[in-house]
């Protein structure tokens, strides 16, 4: 019994003085006026972190019912500047998940066709097309193969109007001709198949222009990539070689169908230009990829954060950029600057309340 007794004072003791300690220990560091390491916040940012924007989000459509969606990847270091950055566009093709800026696509391509331009506003239809041509990624599309008799047939995705736009060139056409003459209005260019959008088939006004000069914002088809270089002064010749057609004493030389995109790189390039745009940046002070400040944007913004809904007389219902580094006439970088801030909201950088929901 005696043991027992002894045993519960020597416990008692040992737990009073624990307690003591560790009492000490953070009343100690009150004293000093440095906080408890108990409770000492994380000041490292650190990690990976995830953000999300999705289609029709402003309509009240869920996340997990969403057809379309951009997720953002942000790798920050301890102080939150981004060593890294991914900015990928998924679609849903056929109950399938896709990348938009895969780069992927089927072309089947039919010399016996002769292409003739689309036609109508609201009954719009397409006209008769060279090539079919199936892939999640129609901007900055070009495709272009030649015969065994030499005739080349060529695609390109024009960004502005958003149709494709054909030329199918025999085997005697003057070569030497300036690709600026290959006007709508001539023929030469041929306005098939509208890709994306709701433009008006209507060529009347665009007669005298091509792909080059559709209008002041086409300079983008030739600042970078195959057109680097090419201007309207360029032979047709030029024009096609810089697509890879070969040519041997003045005749196109027969080659199965080839694709690409041309410009920064349609999609691809476009999400890889805003990623490589964030690397070095501190996401503690680079909260958005827009300006949202800017008169022409704030006004467009209503009461729950949305863009572009409720549009103010003289605000603006789209983001337009840039028209330097981004391939094709505008993109609608609202979306992107939502998915970009939710992964600051998942660094803890940001609030919720504090994103814009861009157009989408």
């Not at 108990?38 to 996340?63: C, N, P, R």
């Amino acid at each position: 019994m005696k043991k027992l007794i002894i045993l519960v004072i020597i416990f008692a003791m040992v737990f009073t003085l624990v307690g003591c300690a560790g009492s000490n220990t953070v009343q100690e560091d009150l004293e000093s006026g440095k906080e408890p390491a108990a409770i000492e916040e994380k000041t490292s940012l650190k990690g990976t972190y995830v953000g999300y924007s999705w289609k029709d989000e402003a309509k009240g459509v869920e996340f997990e019912d969403a057809t379309q969606y951009i997720e953002t990847i942000l790798n920050l270091d301890e102080e939150g500047i981004i060593e890294d950055a991914k900015v990928r566009f998924f679609v849903m093709k056929d109950g399938y998940w896709t990348m938009r800026q895969s780069g992927n696509a089927y072309v089947e391509l039919d010399y016996s066709i002769d292409p003739t331009p689309a036609h109508g506003g609201e009954e719009y239809k397409a006209g008769d097309s060279m090539f079919k041509v199936y892939t999640s990624d129609m901007m900055a599309f070009y495709a272009v193969g030649v015969s065994e008799d030499s005739t080349t047939a060529l695609v390109m995705v024009d960004p502005i109007t958003r149709y494709q736009f054909e030329m199918k060139i025999p085997q005697d056409f003057d070569l030497s001709l300036p690709v600026g003459q290959m006007t709508i209005g001539s023929g030469l260019t041929v306005p098939t198949v509208r890709t994306s959008g709701s433009r008006a088939a209507e060529w009347d006004g665009l007669a005298e222009n091509m792909i080059l000069n559709i209008s002041p914002w086409s300079h983008v088809v030739t600042k970078t990539g195959a057109l680097e270089g090419i201007t309207e002064d360029s032979t047709v010749q030029e024009f096609l070689e810089a697509f890879g057609v070969e040519f041997e004493n003045g005749t196109a030389v027969p080659q199965d169908v080839i694709y690409g995109y041309y410009g920064t790189g349609g999609w691809n390039g476009n999400m890889n230009a805003i990623a490589d745009s964030l690397v070095g940046k501190d996401a503690k002070e680079f909260t958005s990829l827009i300006d949202w400040s800017d008169p022409r944007y704030a006004g467009a913004i209503n009461e729950e954060n949305v863009f572009g809904v409720d549009v103010a007389s003289g605000a603006t219902g789209t983001v337009q950029n840039s028209m330097d580094t981004i391939s094709g006439a505008t993109v609608r970088v609202s979306r992107e600057a939502t998915s970009f801030q939710r992964a600051l909201v998942d660094a803890g950088i940001l609030q919720e309340s504090d994103v814009i929901i861009g157009k989408f």
